[in-house]
């Protein structure tokens, strides 16, 4: 909507729509309008000066017919008659003079308008004399050839020029207001173009100071140290990570840098300048120029830091490794220049205008939406990208970026653009939160597609189990997010199908883990992430006992259960945030697992072992029977030695579990066969027979049992000398 201002705003000359058509209008105007040093500035002036020419030219006119002695007198007498003129000539009118009146004009013109049914005043001739004098001065500023830099003005001078230029847009302003008259048209026209020529200059020197006078501290931020506490690949980048920034900017917020890159000197000179075109009605130039230079500097800035635009389509073209790379490089950018940049800006914009807030907010918001939307529109790329399990720790990032910024606008933005800004962020947040809900499900999927049909060797912990507790470790350090981002797409799948409270969602998500009834309240009260995560673990040891089941010796597959479980409840007890997810009853019952797989494998390996070494069946009639004797000894020899040579290439990759399977096994078997020999060995004739029958003592069944589950081939048992 046209204000009043802009509708009396006087129309703009053409000839000042450049500099070279501003100087050269001026110049024309100088030859006609500039008198000599010693003339007046009467309106008169003029008409007396072309009398005199007429004169003259009467006067050459009979000049040849004359004789030299009449020529010389009339020559002397043009001389009296110009020492005479010059003896009556007023002196130059006084710019103070000229100002003070031109003041009591405009006093004038805004009293008459305050008053119905009274004429306007006659517009006097002073308003000339100060639209000649003002037109030079400004010329002395505003040279075609060489015109002076602002910066160079000394405090008086660019002082004296601004209250000039003040003055000059009052008067036009005045005058405009009561432009109805047709007899002030030329007069509205001249003082308009002397403003217009004036604001041409400041407009210049306004987009010089923002272009020019910065100081060279792009990367003033550049050199903060890292920061990583999360799982991420390595970045080959020149940014370093700004996660300590309050502490860089309160080390950067003194002396000349307490603006971006420039002293304050210049913003004290942008703010002046700014002042006078806002005043002068040019506020619509002066927010152009501001905004079109600042933005340009930022997005020079953005991408000194190593940002490119990358469309939609770029981004789902590139490969998982260099996107990674791009992630890092754009959380770090985005991060710096939310917490950096968009806070120097504000600043900066408030400084310049500081007597116009809300023209600063929009300038503000005008310089920054849009660069924010590029880098929104990355994040929304990345959301768009196809899922897959190793890609959720780089959406966390990302995520968490988004999150915290959101919270970083509302200190930066007016609220009008905050919302709007807030608006997207979540959204594309939100679009995120849902992949990486949809990437826990490709984990679940993974773990029911893996159904090899191929036994580890030596029934050592199976890769899918390492895979899947290791990813489990690393997400659940982002459990608070993860935990925001479950919570959030559990109101959304509520919302959607209107049915459910916490415990009836994560009964159900949780049944397989429900094994008692007095765990059902523990379960009740967790979290939709700690529910997705029993989910997991569930789907996992359902299909480890499916793999057990491919080993044809039943002690191997207790092994296989052992080795893995183990490993589970050490990578689990490992790490505090997944522990707290699983909960004390969970590893109280894989706790027992482990002992019940423990003592299925000593049952199924060595029992049958032991059923050699009982006393049943070798008395006959209170005597030593000494062929079913010879019998249990050559069986138990056998037995031990393929016992040995298998399970010496098991494995047992955990130290504490490996020692406590040797020492279990000892523990039953040595003190078995020591009281055997003891009891039944003096049966034997000494010599060749004992060494026959008798091929172990117990110290080499101690020995052969520590080298037990070492993944090593022993051809045949060892005998202690």
């Known amino acids: 909507m046209e204000t009043e201002k802009d509708k009396h705003k006087p129309e703009k000359s053409g000839s000042f729509d450049s500099r070279d058509a501003a100087g050269q209008d001026n110049h024309d105007h100088d030859d006609r ?121 000394s405090e008086e001078h660019s002082s004296s020029f601004l209250e000039l230029v003040d003055r000059v847009s009052k008067l036009a302003s005045s005058l405009c207001e009561i432009s109805s008259e047709p007899i002030y048209d030329p007069r509205i026209n001249r003082v308009g173009g002397i403003l217009q020529r004036a604001m041409s200059y400041l407009e210049d020197e306004f987009r010089s100071i923002l272009e020019d006078s910065r100081i060279p501290d792009l990367d003033r931020n550049n050199n903060e140290p890292s920061k990583i506490t999360k799982q991420s690949s390595s970045l080959n980048c020149n940014i370093q990570e700004t996660d300590n920034q309050p502490a860089s900017q309160e080390s950067n917020s003194s002396g000349h840098d307490s603006f971006p890159g420039y002293s304050e000197e210049a913003v004290s000179n942008l703010n002046r300048l700014a002042k006078a075109m806002v005043i002068g009605g040019y506020e619509r130039e002066c927010c152009h120029i501001y905004i079109i230079a600042r933005r340009t500097l930022l997005e020079e800035t953005l991408h000194k830091l190593g940002f490119e635009k990358l469309s939609i389509d770029d981004v789902q073209k590139m490969q998982w490794e260099p996107l990674e790379r791009e992630i890092d490089s754009w959380k770090k950018i985005f991060k710096q220049f939310v917490a950096v940049h968009l806070t120097d800006e504000r600043k900066l914009s408030e400084a310049v205008f500081p007597d116009y807030r809300l023209m600063a907010d929009n300038l503000f918001s005008g310089i920054t939406r849009g660069i924010m939307i590029q880098l929104l529109n990355f994040a ?81 912990v199976h890769p899918l189990t390492r895979y899947t507790l290791n990813y489990l470790k690393y997400a659940c350090e982002y459990k608070a997010t993860l935990e925001q981002i479950f919570r959030e797409h559990q109101k959304i799948e509520r919302a959607e199908s209107g049915t459910g409270s916490d415990f009836d969602y994560n009964s159900h998500a949780s049944g397989q883990t429900q094994n008692q009834n007095q765990n059902n309240n523990q379960i009740a009260q967790q979290s939709p992430f700690a529910v997705q995560i029993n989910k997991v673990m569930c789907l996992l040891d359902t299909n480890l006992e499916a793999k057990s089941k491919l080993y044809k010796d039943s002690s191997l597959s207790s092994i296989f259960m052992m080795n893995n479980g183990r490993y589970i409840l050490q990578k ?47 008395s006959v009639n209170g005597k030593v029977a000494k062929p079913v004797l010879k019998e249990r000894f050559k069986s138990f020899n056998a037995m031990f030695d393929e016992i040995h040579k298998t399970q010496s290439t098991w494995v047992v990759s955990d130290e504490q579990l490996q020692s406590e399977l040797r020492v279990s096994v000892s523990a039953v078997v040595i003190p078995a066969y020591r009281s055997f020999m003891a009891r039944f060995s003096q049966n034997f004739t000494p010599g060749r027979q004992t060494e026959k029958y008798i091929k172990y003592q117990p110290e080499d069944i101690e020995t052969l049992i520590d080298e037990l589950f070492d993944g090593s081939a022993m051809a045949t048992g060892r005998r202690r000398p």
């Open 572 to 618: 689990i007890k490992g790490s505090a945030e997944i522990h707290d997810l699983m909960g004390d009853t969970w590893s109280r019952k894989r706790s027992s697992d482990l002992r019940q797989y423990h003592n299925t494998y000593k049952r199924e390996t060595w029992g049958r072992l032991l059923n050699c070494l009982t006393h049943e069946g070798l």
């Open 380 to 460: 929304e790329a990345i959301a768009m990208t196809k899922r897959s399990s190793e890609k959720l720790f780089k959406f966390l990032d990302v995520y968490e970026t988004l999150r915290d910024a959101i919270s970083a606008m509302n200190d930066v933005f007016p609220e009008e653009i905050v919302n709007d800004l807030k608006s997207e962020a979540s959204l594309t947040r939100s679009r995120l939160g849902e992949a990486m809900v949809c990437i826990f499900c490709e984990l679940e999927n993974s773990i029911k597609a893996d159904t090899g049909k191929t036994p580890v060797p030596g029934g050592a």
């Open 33 to 153: 309008h500039e008198p000599d040093a010693n003339s007046n500035l009467d309106p008169d002036h003029d008409h007396q000066e072309n009398n005199e020419t007429d004169n003259t030219k009467n006067l050459e006119s009979p000049k040849e017919d004359q004789p030299e002695s009449e020529t010389t007198e009339v020559e002397n007498k043009e001389e009296e008659a110009t020492a005479v003129d010059v003896e009556v000539s007023p002196p130059p009118a006084d710019f103070d003079d000229v100002c003070e009146e031109i003041d009591q004009f405009i006093s004038a013109l805004s009293s008459a308008k305050g008053q119905e049914g009274t004429d306007p005043p006659e517009v006097p001739d002073v308003v000339e004399q100060f639209a000649f004098l003002a037109e030079a001065k400004i010329a002395n500023y505003d040279s075609t050839e060489s015109p002076m830099k602002w910066i160079r003005h």
